[in-house]
């Protein structure tokens, strides 16, 4: 029965109540339950505490980690010698070498800009006596637009003809300038800056058989607008049937500018590109924006006139970076005190107190913090010239110390001055450099002989009766990958196709390599090594690149046998740095990883909380079972109590009744 039912004993022996079962029962569940519920509740504690500190570990980790991996080391600033209204301005993204240079800007790149003489209605046709069609040809950059219209085109139908058939590369408009009597104007503007962005005008098309035919509309129709072709005298025009048709080359016919009227242009911008020199050295571009002065720098210039730019390390993001650090930790050893100190006098302790993986943490992290390390570099020598050195370096001479309290202190002034002393030192030891192996692969043998059929000497064996004519390389079946890139070997760099020739097979391999080489992938260099070893001889292919980038040879498995070769992929391999920041990062890793030391005490209280819940359980299962079990037992007492005392009641009437019956 359940527990709490036996409200009803007691009659018989006045003893075996419900309350002093349940005064039984909680004796019993204070002395074997309730220890597992306090552990729990310890454990509970603890790992909220833990977290706590891991969250804030987390935030120190996060600090390391930006000065470990370089990245605020491979931030930029750049400072100018003109701030106010600059004749350029320069920016730089991370990671781009530290340089100075000297900027001269002496024209600005320019759109080219047409107008139509003035027109007094903008919504009225351009001719409403047109039968059929009519067009005429813009050119710029190498392409030609045909706008075709008919007696229906108004101005503005004319502006949205112009825009939609040269894709926005020319925009035309119709503005109002508020000129009297004729206040409309169509414009033309190039979309982009530069000389090869210059328009110019053919009044008619380009028929099928690629000739230049003269439209007697289109050319009344750029008379209407002011727009008089300034066309050279020996370009005549011959009859053709009703057509008249342009006697000179299709193929370098550019069209024509007009002739203009310098008191009323009407081409009132012409296109031009930017010129400025870089020090010294004269630079052309056709935008005012240039990007490839060297990966990671955007130049704007923005008007005539010298300005000297200085790339500098931006020293500021790197204490920021330390700045960041120090709180974190500060934060985090707050974090530690709370939880692990033990007060003496008061006999209080911290949840973790007495933990090795907790009370461990601040030691391991200033002992990694404060370990001298030995860095090299190159420094100027008193001559100015650079010498190769070794130097001790530790994290007091940045300005870090460790004070009383356990707490870091930070002097930001001490460190910028050290790192402006010698920055590749400084990188260098706070986060190492970190590199790639080189990529480095050799084919195999090439075994003398097995080339002799392709050669191309005039004694060479030849296949199907025909000259010999070397190996024809067809796409797909020589092809590498290298930095993002895949390089067709089948296509010389003039965009031939590539056939291997020579006379010896030493000068086949090597004329081989010269294609490879002649491609120009970056970093990366292909050499034949001539092999004798164990009465072997031949040759093999030796590829070398720089690191940084995954390398691979594809293509056709008995095709790139003849080369020693087949299908082959290597990844690039980075090589750590060992700066001390990047040793403090490998530390902090053994805490927080997978298989770090808190990641393992974390999971050994889950685990053991798991254990102690079910043992709690396992002891209230039976506590329950044992006084479900009494109680029964202590029902059937009662009941047996209350059977003798019905009898003993009965007895004692008995004698009582014969008593008074004798007297």
Do not use: C
């Amino acid at each position: 029965m359940a527990l709490g039912s036996l409200s009803s004993l007691g009659f018989g022996s006045g003893v075996l109540t419900q309350d002093t079962l349940d005064k039984l029962k909680q004796a019993e569940e204070k002395a074997r339950v309730d220890p597992y519920t306090k552990k729990i509740e310890e454990n509970t504690t603890k790992q909220k505490d833990l977290t706590e500190i891991k969250t804030k570990l987390l935030t120190f980790q996060t600090a390391v980690s930006s000065l470990a991996d370089a990245t605020a080391f491979a931030k930029r600033k750049v400072s100018a010698s003109v701030t106010t209204n600059p004749p350029a301005s320069l920016t730089a993204d991370s990671g781009v070498s530290l340089q100075s240079m000297k900027i001269n800007v002496t024209q600005l790149a320019q759109k080219d800009v047409y107008q139509s003489k003035g027109l007094a209605n903008d919504g009225g046709y351009v001719d409403s006596n047109l039968e059929g069609d009519a067009s005429f040809t813009l050119m710029q950059n190498g392409k030609q637009y045909t706008i075709t219209y008919n007696k229906n085109t108004t101005y503005r139908d004319l502006a949205d003809k112009i825009n939609e058939a040269t894709g926005g590369e020319i925009v035309a408009k119709i503005v109002n300038t508020g000129e009297k009597d004729a206040p409309y104007r169509l414009t033309l503007t190039s979309k982009e800056t530069g000389e090869d962005s210059a328009i110019s005008f053919f009044d008619g098309y380009k028929d099928d058989k690629g000739r230049y035919v003269v439209d007697q509309n289109a050319s009344k129709l750029f008379s209407n607008l002011g727009w008089e072709l300034d066309k050279p005298l020996s370009d005549t025009a011959g009859r053709d049937g009703e057509n008249y048709v342009l006697t000179l080359d299709p193929e370098t016919f550019k069209g024509y500018g007009i002739k203009d009227d310098k008191d009323n242009p009407l081409h009132i911008q012409k296109a031009q590109n930017a010129e400025f020199t870089l020090d010294g050295i004269k630079m052309i571009r056709q935008s005012n924006t240039v990007t490839d002065l060297g990966v990671g720098l955007t130049l704007t210039l923005n008007k005539t006139g010298e300005i000297d730019f200085d790339v500098q390390q931006d020293n500021e993001a790197v204490t920021k970076a330390m700045q960041e650090l120090v709180d974190a930790y500060n934060d985090l050893v707050t974090n530690l005190n709370a939880a692990t100190d033990y007060n003496a006098e008061t006999g209080t302790k911290g949840t973790l107190q007495g933990v090795t993986e907790v009370n461990s943490i601040r030691s391991s992290i200033i002992s990694a913090l404060f370990d001298s390390q030995s860095v090299s570099g190159t420094v100027e020598d008193e001559n100015g010239n650079k010498v190769s050195t070794t130097v001790m370096l530790s994290m007091q001479d940045f300005g870090l110390t460790l004070n009383d309290a356990g707490t870091l202190s930070f002097d930001s002034s001490k460190f910028e001055s050290k790192v402006k002393e010698n920055p590749d030192f400084a990188e260098s030891f706070f986060s190492g450099i970190t590199q790639y192996q080189d990529i480095s692969h050799t084919g195999d043998l090439i075994k003398k002989g097995s080339l002799d059929k392709y050669l191309t000497k005039e004694d060479a064996e030849t296949r199907d009766g025909e000259e010999n004519q070397g190996i024809k390389f067809e796409s797909g079946k020589f092809s590498i990958v290298y930095n993002g890139q895949t390089y067709d070997l089948s296509k010389t760099t003039d965009g031939t196709n590539f056939v291997l020739t020579g006379n010896t097979e030493e000068e086949m391999l090597k004329n081989l390599a010269s294609h490879i080489n002649s491609l120009n992938i970056d970093g990366l260099k292909v050499k034949v090594e001539e092999y004798d070893k164990n009465n072997e001889k031949g040759f093999k292919l030796n590829f070398s690149g720089d690191g940084g980038s995954d390398f691979a040879i594809k293509g056709d498995k008995e095709f790139l046998k003849m080369f020693g070769l087949s299908e082959t992929t290597i990844a690039a391999k980075p090589i750590e740095g060992k700066g001390i920041f990047s040793q403090l990062k490998a530390t902090l890793q053994g805490m927080t990883g997978t298989n770090g030391s808190l990641t393992k005490y974390d999971e050994s209280l889950t685990n053991d909380t798991k254990s102690l819940n079910e043992s709690k359980k396992s002891a209230q299962d039976m506590i329950d079972a044992r006084y479900d079990t009494m109680a029964n037992q202590w029902l059937q007492y009662e009941s047996i109590l209350n059977k003798l005392n019905q009898q003993l009641t009965t007895v004692t009437n008995m004698i009582n009744a014969a008593n008074n019956s004798n007297n």
